[in-house]
């Protein structure tokens, strides 16, 4: 059974909206995402990656860091 994937990111074209899907669900309403990954070697060096939507009453944002983004 294939596992599900965390985060995707599709972008259609530089100029299109991004969707983002989190744990299978698009999130709807996104206001801003970054994602960063990054190595010097072979090795895994780090991982990071926030998005921000609308949710009432406000804005809701989702991060989380791994490696030397800690």
Known sequence: MAKEPLLEIKLESAEDKP????????????TNVSFNW???T????GL???FEHLD???VKR?????????
């Not at 969707?19 to 996104?30: A, I, R, T």
């Not at 072979?42 to 060096?45: D, I």
């Not at 989702?62 to 800690?70: D, F, H, S, T, W």
Request: proline share 3%; net charge positive; charged share 40%.
């Open 19 to 30: 969707k983002l899907f989190y744990k299978g669900e698009e999130v709807k309403e996104l």
């Open 38 to 40: 990054e190595t010097r």
């Open 42 to 45: 072979l090795e895994w060096g």
């Open 48 to 50: 990071s990656y926030s």
């Open 56 to 58: 009432q009453p406000g």
């Open 62 to 70: 989702v991060e989380r860091r791994c490696g030397k983004y800690v």
